[in-house]
């Protein structure tokens, strides 16, 4: 199967926050890779700044050793070459007004213009204001920002007003990475370009739906920033939030921005508050000559949650009576990211087997390894009577789609792509942002004022026994976490 590369149109970026992390990890690899499948257009430019003094060859520099870590390529690769020619940098503390005639001097007329915002959301308000202020961004510019969006619903409205000083939505592309990967469009594909599923996507054929984000690493490196959000702030409210709304929407009437983004939104409004007793918080504890969270987070006393399991209801007609399920969680048992769409048992046996486990899944790969899996019961093979036996329908994308299932753009490919494309489908509407903040800040609060401590937990292991519990009362158990 060959993918299809529509080249973008000619473009200016300006990346503010260059010399940062992201931009090395991420927003440089990914355009040099979008740069080789042919996407992007040759004359097109890429600006990087920073308060660091540096000229165009210092960056060119400083970018090749990024892209050759963090794209695997090798030094002298032609490609690289041909791809930093693109590049240049101009040097801006964006609080002050210096280096913005610069900047707009770099600025060509007739190339779409994009701002990535890849800075500390504290500095968003000073690049809009100097952007718009100094004339460099008009009506037909877009800018990026990343996350995290806020820390409560009044900062992210304070947040969104201040763009919208300078901005209309249409023009403001707010980055989840989830959104951008390759699976989680897929949920889209597979609710609503098969028949088979959607008749059986309610509450009447799925017995409950568990969102799982696990990893292994700790904290530690950004446990004093990680402290001051846990994992609610950092998963739940933003990654965790998109994946519910994707499997719990109603069909878009288009595949169009904001169709699809009022959809969420609807789920997003109808989400219950969360009861005390649905929620369990958790911290990892020290192991051997493993730190635990308190000293990774170096504050002895802190109630931060390193890993969370909620059970979380929805009203509306379509999920009414089946709850999702939702756990992240740092140093956990693997690193993975799956949605498991477990339906009802048939109305009626008509085998004697009682033993096989008797409802379909649907689970959905997210990390390692992107893919789907059905699991569906047949007869297992042999003479000596109808006994059944569970077996995965097991689609994995990388065998599925050949060598472009393996090579597949990684998110941050697809969203700068989709930003120059002027597509805001795979981005977070202001509404959207502050609805889930409205759904999320009650959660905190009440943690807040309550003196719990979170439960401990081993590393390694599925999180703490609490939350084992929050599933079996239920009579219900979680998926194994594995890779
Ligand atoms: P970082 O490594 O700390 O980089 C911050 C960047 O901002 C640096 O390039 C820094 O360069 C620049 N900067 C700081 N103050 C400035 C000023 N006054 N004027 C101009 N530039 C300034 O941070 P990061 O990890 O790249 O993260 C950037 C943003 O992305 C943050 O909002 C973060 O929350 C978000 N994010 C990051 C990741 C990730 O994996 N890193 C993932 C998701 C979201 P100078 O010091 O040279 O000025």
């Known amino acids: 199967m060959v993918s299809r590369v529509i080249p973008v149109d000619d473009f200016d970026l300006v990346i503010f926050g260059a010399t940062g992390d992201l931009a090395h990890r991420k927003i440089l690899p990914g355009l040099f890779r979008r740069f080789v499948a042919g996407q992007i257009p040759e004359t097109s430019r890429i600006v990087g700044a920073a308060r660091t003094q540096m000229d165009d060859g210092q960056f060119r520099d400083e970018a090749a050793k990024a892209i050759c870590e963090f794209a695997k390529v090798k ?96 023009q403001i592309y707010r980055i989840d990475h989830y959104l951008g990967k390759e699976t989680v469009q897929n949920l889209m594909a597979v609710r609503f370009a098969n028949v088979l599923f959607e008749p059986l996507w309610n509450a009447q054929y799925v017995d409950h739906v568990q969102i799982t984000v696990a990893e292994t690493v700790g904290v530690g490196g950004r446990g004093s920033y990680y402290d001051k959000s846990g994992a609610i702030r950092d998963m739940v409210q933003n990654h965790m939030m998109q994946l519910l709304c994707l499997i719990a929407m109603e069909p878009p009437y288009h595949f169009d921005p904001d169709a699809v983004r009022d959809e969420k939104l609807k789920v997003i409004r109808a989400l219950e508050p969360v009861l005390p007793e649905d929620i369990v918080r958790g911290q990892y504890q020290a192991s051997g000559d493993q730190p635990g969270y308190l000293e990774d987070a170096e504050n002895p006393d802190s109630r931060t949650e390193s890993y969370v399991a909620m059970k979380v209801r929805i009203s509306n007609w379509r999920w009414q009576g089946t709850p999702f399920y939702l756990r992240t969680g740092k140093k956990l048992r693997a690193r993975t990211s799956e949605i498991a769409i477990t339906f009802k048992e048939p109305p009626h046996s008509i085998f004697d087997d009682t033993g096989a486990p008797k409802a379909n899944e649907l689970v959905i790969r997210l990390q390692p ?63 959207e942002v502050e609805a889930a903040w409205a759904w999320t800040d009650p959660i905190i609060e009440a943690w807040e004022d309550s003196k719990r401590a979170p439960e401990p937990y081993d590393p390694g292991s599925s999180g703490p026994e609490e939350a084992l519990r929050l599933m079996h009362r239920d009579n219900r158990r979680w998926r194994e976490i594995r890779s």
């Open 75 to 170: 030094k002298n690769d032609p490609r690289l070459a041909q791809f930093l020619e693109l590049l240049g940098y101009t040097p801006i503390d964006v609080k002050g007004e210096g280096g913005w005639k610069e900047l707009k001097s770099r600025m060509r007329d007739g190339a779409v213009h994009a701002f990535y915002f890849s800075v500390a959301p504290s500095l968003f308000g000073d690049i809009a204001e100097r952007l718009s202020g100094h004339g460099i961004a008009d009506d037909n510019s877009r800018i990026v920002v990343e996350k995290p969006f806020g820390r409560d619903l009044a900062s992210a409205k304070a947040l969104n007003a201040t763009l919208a000083q300078h901005f209309h939505e249409s």
């Open 369 to 431: 390894n992107e893919g789907m899996n059905l699991k569906v019961m047949i007869k297992e093979p042999g003479p000596g009577g109808m006994r059944l036996v569970q077996v995965p329908l097991d689609m994995s994308f990388a065998d599925a789609l050949g060598a472009e299932g393996s090579d597949m753009p990684d998110a941050y490919e697809r969203l700068i792509m989709d930003v120059i494309r002027g597509n805001q489908t795979l981005f977070m509407r202001g509404d």
